[in-house]
C-alpha cells in the first residue's frame, strides 16, 4: 500500500476497515471526530450493522446480532 493510497476491507461478518490517510465527512461536509486513541492516518472501522453506539464507527455490536451479510467479490 501507497503511502497515500486508501484500503477499505470489508470485513467478513463484520466492520469496514479503512486504512490510510483520510477524511469522513457528513452529506453537510462536516467532518467526524474520530474517537479517543483513533488515528484517521492508520485504520479505523465503520459500522455497517447499524446498531454501533458510536456510529458511523463501529463498536464490535454486530457480534451481539444475529447480523451476517456475507460479502466477498466471488
Not at 503511502?3 to 490517510?21: F, H, M, Q, Y
Not at 477524511?23 to 461536509?29: A, E, I, S, T
Not at 485504520?43 to 463501529?58: D, K, M, Q
Request: aromatic share 6%.
Amino acid at each position: 500500500m501507497a503511502d497515500d493510497e486508501v484500503v477499505i476491507t470489508v470485513k467478513p461478518n463484520g466492520s469496514l476497515r479503512v486504512a490510510g490517510p483520510f477524511r469522513l465527512v457528513d452529506v453537510d461536509g462536516n467532518v467526524f471526530d474520530l474517537p479517543e486513541g483513533w488515528d484517521p492516518d492508520r485504520e479505523v472501522t465503520l459500522c455497517r450493522c447499524g446498531e454501533s453506539a458510536i456510529r458511523p464507527f463501529c463498536d464490535s455490536t454486530h457480534k451481539k446480532l444475529d447480523w451476517s451479510p456475507e460479502t466477498r467479490t466471488t
